[in-house]
């Protein structure tokens, strides 16, 4: 099984919004509603943003919304803020086991 | 509060194997998989296999097959990771991770990661 594919940057300004595609397969992302996204900071563990393609953990700001078309999934970060400047990850359940994808860092201007 | 903690950073020589602790606080142990994830230097996230701790049922990546070792211990709450065959290519910080509570379906989202632990191979 193959990583999911994220673009390895994004970038956006204070106030603006972003959109993160992750591409995967009709054996993983097509198949389960079952995409995770997760932020991570340089030198921390990564942190559950997103589960289930739209469905925001407790604390998550509203900011932060997932969608899924196909064998894509999206994140959008609206609002973009100086904090929100991270590394980005999806991942994805294929029958028993999970997919990553190689992760896309945000900058904001 | 919910809190996993691993054990701390390894140096190995290639060939050699390395365990790694996970030890789980803060909620009932038996609940949730925990899962294994490691991160090479300045790369994604890979998933490398779960155990089930009310039965140590496990599940490998295949790419590991035949080199990992998922196991537990109830008694002390911890999961272990041990890795054997160890090349330069090893050389990343290993997370476990545990399935979060917000859903019971097949794939909730991993919540909360341990800190990570670095295993650097190296002759």
């Known amino acids: 099984q193959s990583a999911l594919t994220q673009p390895p940057s994004a970038s956006g300004s204070p106030g603006q919004s972003v959109t993160i595609s992750c591409i995967g397969t009709?054996?993983?992302?097509?198949?389960?509603?079952?995409v995770s996204w997760y932020r991570q900071y340089p030198g921390k563990a990564p942190q559950l943003m997103i589960y289930e393609v739209d469905k925001r953990p407790s604390g998550v700001p509203d900011r932060f919304s997932g969608s899924k078309s196909g064998d894509t999934a999206s994140l959008t970060i609206s609002g973009l803020q100086a904090e929100d400047e991270a590394h980005y990850h999806c991942?994805?359940?294929?029958?028993?086991?999970?997919?990553f994808g190689g992760g896309t860092k945000l900058t904001v201007l | 509060q919910v809190q996993l903690v691993q054990s701390g950073a390894e140096v190995r020589k290639p060939g050699a194997s390395v365990k790694v602790s996970c030890k789980a606080s803060?909620?009932?142990?038996?609940?949730?998989?925990i899962h294994w994830v490691r991160q090479a230097p300045g790369q994604g996230l890979e998933w490398v296999g779960r155990i089930i701790p009310t039965t140590g049922v496990t599940k490998y990546a295949q790419i590991f097959q035949g080199r990992v070792t998922l196991t537990r211990d109830t008694s002390v709450r911890t999961t272990y990771m041990e890795l054997t065959g160890l090349t330069s290519d090893d050389t990343a910080v290993y997370f476990c991770?545990?399935?979060?509570?917000?859903?019971?379906?097949?794939?909730?989202?991993?919540?909360?990661w341990g800190q990570g632990t670095l295993v650097t191979v190296s002759s």
């Open positions: 991770a545990r399935e979060s509570d917000y859903s019971t379906s097949w794939d909730p989202g991993f919540d909360p």
């Open positions: 991942s994805s359940y294929a029958g028993g086991s999970t997919l």
């Open positions: 009709s054996s993983d992302v097509g198949r389960y509603n079952y």
């Open positions: 803060g909620y009932s142990f038996t609940g949730n998989f």
